[in-house]
């Protein structure tokens, strides 16, 4: 006979001396838990099936007369004929006990091998989907795998303990990216990623980007992304969206700037008292205007601005162009001859720096006007470009540092007509602020400055540095005019 829960079968013999008894299971041998709540509820159940026969406590009838019928279960009507009595009650009781606890065992034994072959299986079919590489990568403990959630179905996997990695997620959080090419950075034969890294800004990137002709920005010197385009200059610069968001474009837009640095000489005690007018250029006219100065060999490499002090013709921006597409576009310009009034006659700048990039060769160009204005002759070249570095720097950081200004050589009152200055072009200037951006820009073009490896104007500037910060400014600049050179 079959029975739906639990699936025993083979039960025999459940009524005694005419009357339905529960078995005494508490003399049996003890099995481990799971066993005990298998035996609990095989006892639930035959309470719930088992009802008592009609001849409670008195038997059937003599030789010869039908054994008494039993019903099970409330809705059911499945008959079982009730066994025929023994003779040996202790005996027969012993031998049903022995016989239900062996049906239970055998339960709990099959239940036991289906969970094995569960397990087994699942083991192989994960051993199937993955193969341990020989040589894994070790994650580090922070790149847990439940961030890369989906299944493993690579062909190499990497460990660290116990857990499986993807190989390709590994390499996406360790491997360094190329930020210009957003490539991982190929490795040499000895499997190691060989890449630049500026200092300033950790701007990673291939080497091959040294050669590919990869635009810069002529301002930043941070190289372009293939995801984000600079802005062509026209004249063989290119300016990224940051450094454009300051730029300075024409000569109108440089003129307030212009006067709040004069501000700021008047308020170190170094008043210029002639009106020296101010021009910014393209490219070609500043290397040109350059070539015919007699100084012109004082210059960088890469000029970005001049003073000059001889009578000259020049060409100045007096119209900013406008952005179409990558490139400007309706730029007027104006050509003009320059009249020799003094020791200076006007003061040239590359146009399309940021602000502050501006502001700082303007304050070179200034220094080198006060000392031709001031009578300062012989100077060696060194000390007047490192002076002349000194002040660009200090206006520098003025700027970044709100006025706060931490120099010992500065006195109370320049550092509070500095300020005043400062402040008076920032909140008049369209192009003026002191955005998080901006203020990184300064610490850069201050960190150039600091770190240049030139020997006239990285040199002059650190010697230029030590005397200012020993003397003072004051004293320093009248130990140049006295011997041409620093004080020790």
């Known amino acids: 006979m079959d029975l739906s829960h639990p699936c025993i079968s083979g039960i025999k013999e459940l009524q005694y001396l005419g009357s339905w008894v529960c078995w005494d299971f508490s003399s049996s041998i003890s099995f481990s838990s799971s066993y005990a709540k298998k035996k609990s509820g095989w006892m639930k159940w035959l309470s719930k099936i088992v009802r008592p026969g009609p001849n409670r406590g008195g038997g059937g009838s003599g030789s010869g007369g039908s054994p008494p019928q039993q019903l099970l279960g409330d809705q059911e009507n499945i008959v079982w004929r009730a066994p025929a009595r023994s003779t040996d009650d202790s005996s027969r009781a012993k031998k049903e006990k022995e016989e239900l606890d062996h049906a239970i065992a055998l339960s709990l034994d099959e239940d036991f091998k289906r969970q094995n072959q569960n397990d087994e299986a699942i083991s ?31 062909h190499e996997i ?57 635009a810069y920005c002529c301002s930043c ?19 990224c969206l940051e450094c454009l968001e300051s730029a300075v474009m ?40 350059i070539v015919e100065e007699k100084h012109g060999n004082r210059r960088l490499p890469e000029n970005r601005g001049v003073c000059l002090s001889e009578v000259q013709r020049i060409t100045s921006i007096v119209k ?26 006007a003061i040239l700048v590359l146009f399309g720096f940021p602000r502050l990039l501006t502001g700082s060769i303007l304050a070179h160009e200034l220094m080198h006007s006060w000392l031709r204005l001031k009578g300062y002759r012989n100077i060696k070249r060194e000390v007047e470009e490192g002076i002349c570095e000194v002040l660009s720097y200090m206006w520098l950081e003025s700027e970044v540092m709100s006025g706060l ?80 050179s620093f004080p020790i």
């Open 124 to 154: 192989r079919e994960l051993q199937g989907k993955m193969t341990l590489s020989p040589y894994p990568y070790v994650a580090p403990p922070q790149f847990l795998p439940g961030d890369y959630s989906f299944p493993l179905t690579e």
């Open 250 to 289: 024409d000569t109108g837009d440089c003129q307030l700037l212009y006067h709040s640095i004069r501000d700021y000489y008047e308020g170190m005690n170094m008043r210029i008292d002639q009106q020296i007018p101010m021009f910014l250029v393209e490219r070609q006219v500043l290397n040109e205007a």
């Open 221 to 239: 010197r941070r190289l372009e992304s293939w995801n984000a385009r600079y802005i062509s200059l026209g004249d063989g610069r290119s300016l």
């Open 405 to 484: 200004r931490s120099r010992p050589s500065s006195s109370t009152a320049s550092s509070s007509s500095s300020s005043s200055s400062s402040s008076h072009y920032s909140s008049s200037s369209k192009k003026g602020g002191n955005s998080s951006t901006e203020k990184k820009l300064g610490e850069f073009f201050m960190y150039q400055i600091v770190n240049s490896p030139s020997k006239i104007y990285g040199d002059g500037f650190r010697a230029a540095n030590v005397a200012v910060n020993k003397y003072g400014l004051r004293r320093t600049l009248d130990h140049i005019h006295m011997t041409g």
């Open 158 to 214: 990497s460990m660290s303990g116990n857990y499986p990695y993807h190989r390709s997620y590994f390499k996406e959080l360790t491997h360094p990216k190329c930020e210009v090419c957003h490539q991982f950075i190929p490795t040499n034969r000895a499997g190691l990623a060989v890449h630049r890294c500026s200092r300033f800004w950790s701007q990673k990137y291939c080497l091959s980007h040294e050669l590919d002709k990869t």
């Open 320 to 345: 900013r162009p406008k952005i179409e597409g990558h490139r400007l576009v309706g730029m007027r310009t104006q050509r003009q001859k320059l009249i020799r009034n003094s020791e200076v006659i």
